[in-house]
């Protein structure tokens, strides 16, 4: 099986960029042909989005390496804004299945995360063009940028292009309820649930007798509940370890500097986050948006570290509320503090059945090799439904395009 995996790299490294690499590297690594075709957007980002709508060079590069590679299967990530809905118009010439992974919301919301102003927004869910987005210029506080996106989205779902893949690949049953009752009008059979994976380092051993910090990993945003996670430690006794970067560093070193038991350790390479979450005593995850799927918590399962995390998202999907985690509501001080009273106040054996659960939630759902057969399950299929079709209905599809 030859694999063409397309994605356009965040200015900065994100999440998603870390997906695309592991998944590029777990197919190679079970024998998988596969290729990357990358785009980037770290420089006139603006030209890039004023060719939202259809970039012709990078529907050019897509068709170059669609002769040169001729894979079985396309599988897409991110394509704004470098590539653009373009490559799909390049795939679809060439006649090939493909798939997409919605990493976020940005088919339904200019946001792309569905949060503005300090809460989630969900008025583009509904609205058959987002003017409310628009009014708000969710997108960088600008009107005039958010209105380019918005219009830009709104072609491609007039011409039904985000429906021409043969699959749409959400990483959590929330994601897929949003997806299904938003504007979009996907299929339930359209949209597979598979989630994201991490791998072990070697040094990472279940462990019996953890310290008694807490711990945060991630972007220092508000969107991911600093301000909060700040506030409520500083008005406990509980220890809090931060790891990360992000605009509100400087919030962050303040109260390090006025509260004894909120430690900064800045940014740290993937094994010593590892050596952290199998050491802590809990993550603590106080987000406020509508996650795609934390790794920072499936390193956590991973590590047998449970998590203390916002009914909210992914975070609601992801942990059993007194299983391998706790769960608090959205934005609530106060219940973040009761909850770590509850986890605090658990004994040692209740600890370790928590750790116990995490573990056993990494090993069900979140390993590689869970992964890898998920991945070539889907590959197969679409692969399969396209040889049934005729041949002159593709070669008229790609007539159509040109």
């Known amino acids: 099986m030859k694999v063409l995996i397309i994605h356009s790299s965040y200015k900065y490294k994100g999440g998603e960029d870390t997906v695309v690499a592991e998944e590029l590297k777990l197919l190679q690594s079970n024998g998988v042909t596969v290729e990357l075709l990358l785009f980037n957007n770290e420089s006139s980002t603006l030209t890039k989005v004023l060719q939202l709508p259809f970039n012709i060079k990078s529907y050019s590069r897509t068709i170059k390496k669609l002769n040169t590679f001729q894979p079985d299967v396309v599988h897409?990530?991110?394509?704004h804004f470098a590539a653009s809905a373009s490559i799909v118009y390049a795939i679809k010439k060439y006649g090939v299945p493909f798939v997409v992974t919605l990493h976020n919301y940005r088919l339904l919301c200019p946001s792309a995360i569905l949060f503005n102003r300090g809460k989630p927004f969900l008025d583009s869910l509904k609205q058959n063009f987002p003017w409310n987005a628009v009014k708000q210029g969710v997108y960088k506080d600008s009107k005039l940028l958010t209105f380019w996106i918005s219009f830009s989205m709104q072609i491609h779902h007039w011409m039904n292009t985000w429906k021409m893949s043969n699959r749409f690949i959400v990483l959590t049953q929330h994601a897929k309820d949003i997806f299904l009752k938003s504007r979009a009008n996907f299929t339930d059979d359209q949209i597979l649930i598979k989630p994201n994976f991490c791998s072990i380092p070697s040094q990472v051993t279940f462990n019996t007798s953890p310290s008694d910090y807490f711990l945060y990993v991630g972007r220092l945003s508000e969107e991911k509940g600093i301000s909060l996670l700040l506030e409520t430690f500083a008005a406990s006794?509980?220890?809090i370890k931060i790891a990360g970067d992000g605009p509100l560093?400087?919030?962050v070193k303040y109260y390090c500097s006025q509260f004894p038991n909120i430690e900064y350790i800045g940014v740290l390479e993937k094994s010593r986050i590892f050596d952290?979450?199998?050491n802590c005593t809990a993550l603590v995850f106080p987000s406020i948006w509508y996650e795609g799927m934390p790794l920072t918590i499936i390193e956590a399962f991973a590590s047998g570290a449970p998590v203390i995390a916002t009914r909210l998202?992914?975070?609601?999907?992801?942990?059993?509320?007194?299983?391998?985690?706790?769960?608090?509501?959205?934005?609530?001080?106060?219940?973040?503090?009761?909850?770590?009273d509850k986890w605090q106040n658990f004994d040692s054996g209740q600890?370790?059945?928590?750790r116990k659960n995490a573990r056993k939630t990494y090993e069900e759902f979140y390993t590689p090799e869970r992964n890898f057969e998920q991945l070539l399950s889907i590959y197969t299929d679409v692969i399969k439904e396209a040889k049934k079709q005729p041949t002159k209905n593709l070669l008229q599809l790609g007539q159509a395009v040109q």
């Open 276 to 278: 952290l979450l199998n």
């Open 313 to 340: 998202g992914a975070m609601e999907s992801m942990i059993s509320n007194g299983y391998n985690g706790l769960h608090f509501e959205v934005g609530n001080s106060t219940d973040l503090k009761a909850q770590l």
């Open 351 to 354: 600890k370790e059945a928590y």
């Open 249 to 251: 560093l400087n919030e």
């Open 237 to 239: 006794r509980y220890k």
């Open 76 to 79: 897409i990530h991110n394509l």
